[in-house]
Nanobody
């Protein structure tokens, strides 16, 4: 069992930056994929970005060029650097970890971008 704890959310003005962290209780070295998802009020959860065990990354079109996902296996932590934030980025952001057999989710952290 892996527990994921997100942090780093908050209130920021449009154009600002935040860095989210996802700390895992166990090793993330063998996690096939680590990702960030978000869910805005009244909307479905959507994928924001993911990073594979090999370090390959993929982003939703809406955040390309603004967000960067990275992982530090030594610290069992995944990060999401968010720049040029827009009000449309307001949502609860969730961390997700995929193994061959299981999917783990964190509890989420709120990001609010004011205009």
């Amino acid at each position: 069992q892996v527990q994921l704890v997100e942090s780093g959310g908050g209130l920021v003005q449009a154009g600002g930056s935040l860095r989210l962290s996802c700390a895992a209780s166990g090793s993330i070295f063998n996690m096939n994929v680590m990702g960030w998802y978000r869910q805005a009020s009244g909307k479905q959860r959507e994928r924001v970005a993911h990073i594979t065990r090999g370090g390959s990354t993929n982003y939703a079109d809406s955040v390309k060029g603004r967000f960067t996902i990275s992982r530090d296996n030594a610290k069992n932590t995944v990060y999401l650097q968010m720049n040029s934030l827009e009000p449309e980025d307001t949502a609860v952001y969730f961390c997700r970890a995929d193994t061959m057999s299981y999917v783990f989710w964190g509890q989420g952290t709120q990001v609010t971008v004011s205009s």
